[in-house]
């Protein structure tokens, strides 16, 4: 992955925390956390990162696009799917490390065919346990959409 970027390097703390410029700050990676809320319900629908490429084409496009660490590659959200996010706003945190769109989600944004990516809760006050709760259901079978390339 290509460690360069589109943007000009993070300043000193108060640009960042009170500048008008953009200067995210990418991790040693290259790569700034992202995460994708429901313009409408401000449901979280799924966390991602984007490197420097995947940034400039949201903006440039306002359809969200990320990194894949797993694949080592740009996608554009929806490419394989047609379940695409458009973006309403984004903003960039106080030190310019983390990302947040809010999107018009088209069906689902998880790739398990579910609303969100967080579609399970941990249990509060039950010390030890590590059984998950389902809180969706699915809205779309994966299989019929994805398959092993």
């Not at 943007?7 to 009170?18: Q, T, Y």
């Not at 660490?69 to 394989?80: D, F, I, V």
């Not at 609303?115 to 709760?133: N, Q």
């Amino acid at each position: 992955m290509p460690k360069t970027s589109p943007f000009a390097p993070p300043g000193a703390s108060v640009d960042l925390e009170e500048g008008l410029t953009l200067t995210p700050k990418f991790d040693a990676d290259g790569l700034i956390t992202c995460v994708a809320t429901d313009v409408v319900s401000g449901d979280v629908l799924m966390v991602a990162h984007m490197n420097g490429e995947a940034l400039a084409k949201t903006i440039a496009t306002g359809e969200a696009w990320y990194f894949s660490r797993s694949r080592n590659a740009l996608w554009q959200k929806g490419e394989r799917s047609g379940h695409t996010q458009r973006v309403v706003e984004m903003r960039i945190d106080c030190d310019q490390d983390a990302v947040w769109l809010k999107v018009e989600q088209a069906i689902a944004a998880c790739h398990t065919g579910r609303r969100s990516c967080f579609y399970r809760a941990v249990p509060l006050g039950k010390p030890g346990s590590t059984t998950l709760e389902f809180r969706d259901d699915r809205v779309f079978d994966p299989k019929s959409l994805y398959r092993k390339d």
